[in-house]
Antibody
Framework: EVQLVESGGNLVQPGRSLRLSCAASGFNFDNYAMHWVRQAPGKGLEWVSGISWNSGKIGYADAVKGRFITSRDNAKKSLYLEMHSLRPEDTALYYC???????????????WGQGTTVTVSS | SYVLTQPPSVSVAPGKTAAITCGGHNIGRKPVHWYQQRPGQAPVLVIYYDNGRPTGIPERFSGSNSGNTATLTISGVEAGDEADYYCQVWDGSTDHFVFGSGTKVSVL
């Protein structure tokens, strides 16, 4: 069964850091680009970041560029999101999503995890 | 940045047809993907590349894209189709993925 399981979400104070993880199973992880998508409470979907199959291309939304770092470990079939200088507006459910293809462009996200919750509050 | 505009809500009677629009400048030149998100669940891809249907998605779901509007059509709407629907494109000028604001489909 193709599956993505996120972890690492927590309540954190503004300005602090947090690291999210996404464990993949049931498919050849190193053949696909991966993404982080977030959803603030009661709001819509927002693309956060994407990383190509070999980490050769990594993209970020303007709202997180310079504060968040996306990486992957193909040997461990895992995706990561390092979040620094967190702000209250980063509060959201963070989804890990599998890309249809190897590169970070154009294609759809065909598998999603259930998400992990990040709350930024003092 | 590229903006996708969706109506906040669409209401439809069971068995009828729902059309959900997604507006964007020359969106017809871009591949559009659609996602269904039922309450409390993760999004699910229902249409890819304008009108492709992933395995397991009923034929009742179809898509089109031309000019400045892409459309997701749900024929023979069922109660289980109640959900939020999002369109998505790739904005090559910014190297960003963009989602529409979402449309809540209510089955009367």
């Amino acid at each position: 069964e193709v599956q993505l399981v996120e972890s690492g979400g927590n309540l954190v104070q503004p300005g602090r850091s947090l690291r999210l993880s996404c464990a993949a199973s049931g498919f050849n992880f190193d053949n696909y680009a991966m993404h982080w998508v977030r959803q603030a409470p009661g709001k819509g979907l927002e693309w956060v970041s994407g990383i190509s199959w070999n980490s050769g291309k990594i993209g970020y939304a303007d709202a997180v560029k310079g504060r968040f770092i996306t990486s992957r470990d193909n040997a461990k079939k895992s995706l990561y999101l390092e979040m620094h200088s967190l702000r209250p507006e980063d509060t959201a459910l963070y989804y890990c999503a599998k890309d249809w293809a190897m590169t970070v462009e154009v294609d759809a996200f065909d598998v999603w995890g259930q998400g992990t919750t990040v709350t930024v509050s003092s | 940045s590229y903006v996708l505009t969706q109506p906040p809500s669409v209401s439809v009677a069971p068995g009828k047809t729902a059309a959900i629009t997604c507006g964007g400048h020359n969106i017809g030149r871009k591949p559009v993907h659609w996602y269904q998100q039922r309450p409390g669940q993760a999004p699910v891809l229902v249409i890819y590349y304008d009108n492709g249907r992933p395995t397991g998605i009923p034929e009742r779901f179809s898509g089109s894209n031309s000019g400045n509007t892409a459309t997701l059509t749900i024929s023979g709407v069922e109660a289980g189709d109640e959900a939020d629907y999002y369109c998505q494109v790739w904005d090559g000028s910014t190297d960003h993925f963009v989602f529409g604001s979402g449309t809540k489909v209510s089955v009367l």
